[in-house]
């Protein structure tokens, strides 16, 4: 199966490919993500967050992209879903965080020149991943990726570590860049460092560019794939119907299916 702009998040392509979003969604919860993929199920998220990142994306992609974006979202982003009567608040933001970025130097001089989201895909101890990277420069051997948070310093807890993270880790980001970087290498045999450049949802907006070159970093990058490398088997069994997928038993979607089969012992309750 080809991968196009128009498939690529289509879920009949994510049977074919795993990508690191489908990925961390079933490391939360196996149950919700298999019945999402096969559209059985649809979770009740607010997509505010969604349209702000592609709003950016779109913007800094080409004139064409961020047109088709707002024509096609018009009745979420315009009051009334009237472009003649402005922005609806919660997308003013989106407005200042473009307008920060546009008129930084390293922002701009650093993502612009890039190819806009190009399709990778390529395979991890022989299973196939698929990924779309932002902004991707060959030549200078790096690529890009543009991430709204909303705020770039606030630590995030990580119950595996027990203690406050940055965002980067909290998302599994480091896993991003990492798949990305392989099938980067996989697909055009250059191997291309990653960048983040990331955009705050304060007033103002907080800006950074972010490496990923420390010492600590290249242990994030690796233990993500080998992460991958030790889950991903599981993860298609469940995909192809080999295995019965594993309910997480506190989401959206294990919630609406909870049905009570037993008692449960007060003390072994389980809580995060
Ligand atoms: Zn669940």
Same mark, same amino acid.
């Given at each position: 199966?080809?991968?196009?702009?128009?498939?690529?998040?289509?879920?009949?392509?994510?049977?074919?490919?795993?990508?690191?979003?489908?990925?961390?969604?079933?490391?939360?919860?196996?149950?919700?993500?298999?019945?999402?993929?096969?559209?059985?199920?649809?979770?009740?998220?607010?997509?505010?967050?969604?349209?702000?990142?592609?709003?950016?994306?779109?913007?800094?992609?080409?004139?064409?992209?961020?047109?088709?974006?707002?024509?096609?979202?018009?009745?979420?982003?315009?009051?009334?879903?009237?472009?003649?009567?402005?922005?609806?608040?919660?997308?003013?933001?989106?407005?200042?965080?473009?307008?920060?970025?546009?008129?930084?130097? %390293?922002?701009?001089?650093?993502?612009? $020149?890039?190819?806009?989201?190009?399709?990778?895909?390529?395979?991890? @101890? =022989? !299973?196939?991943?698929?990924?779309?990277?932002?902004?991707?420069?060959?030549?200078?051997?790096?690529?890009?990726?543009?991430?709204?948070?909303?705020?770039?310093?606030?630590?995030?807890?990580?119950?595996?570590?027990?203690?406050?993270?940055?965002?980067?880790?909290?998302?599994?980001?480091?896993?991003?860049?990492?798949?990305?970087?392989?099938?980067?290498?996989?697909?055009?045999?250059?191997?291309?460092?990653?960048?983040?450049? %990331?955009?705050?949802?304060?007033?103002? $907006?907080?800006?950074?560019?972010?490496?990923?070159?420390?010492?600590? @970093? =290249? !242990?994030?990058?690796?233990?993500?794939?080998?992460?991958?490398?030790?889950?991903?088997?599981?993860?298609?069994?469940?995909?192809?119907?080999?295995?019965?997928?594993?309910?997480?038993?506190?989401?959206?979607?294990?919630?609406?299916?909870?049905?009570?089969?037993?008692?449960?012992?007060?003390?072994?309750?389980?809580?995060?």
């Amino acid at each position: 199966m080809e991968l196009t702009q128009a498939n690529y998040y289509e879920h009949d392509t994510d049977f074919k490919y795993m990508s690191v979003s489908i990925f961390k969604d079933f490391m939360k919860c196996e149950a919700a993500t298999l019945a999402m993929l096969k559209e059985d199920w649809q979770p009740n998220r607010d997509n505010t967050a969604l349209l702000v990142g592609n709003w950016l994306h779109s913007f800094f992609e080409s004139q064409e992209a961020h047109d088709k974006f707002k024509s096609d979202n018009a009745k979420f982003i315009y009051k009334y879903g009237n472009s003649d009567k402005g922005i609806k608040s919660q997308y003013k933001q989106a407005d200042s965080m473009i307008s920060v970025l546009k008129h930084d130097e %390293a922002f701009t001089n650093v993502y612009e $020149p890039g190819q806009k989201e190009v399709i990778v895909t390529g395979k991890i @101890d =022989g !299973y196939p991943w698929k990924g779309k990277i932002d902004s991707l420069v060959l030549d200078h051997g790096y690529f890009c990726d543009l991430k709204t948070t909303a705020d770039i310093h606030k630590g995030i807890y990580d119950p595996e570590v027990r203690h406050r993270v940055p965002f980067v880790k909290a998302y599994g980001y480091y896993m991003q860049m990492a798949v990305y970087q392989e099938l980067i290498k996989q697909q055009f045999g250059v191997e291309c460092q990653p960048f983040i450049f %990331a955009v705050s949802k304060q007033d103002p $907006p907080d800006k950074m560019a972010i490496d990923f070159n420390s010492v600590d @970093d =290249g !242990y994030e990058l690796d233990g993500a794939l080998e992460f991958i490398k030790d889950n991903q088997k599981r993860v298609w069994d469940v995909m192809n119907g080999e295995i019965k997928p594993k309910r997480c038993g506190k989401c959206e979607y294990c919630r609406m299916t909870n049905m009570i089969e037993n008692f449960t012992h007060a003390s072994e309750i389980e809580v995060d």
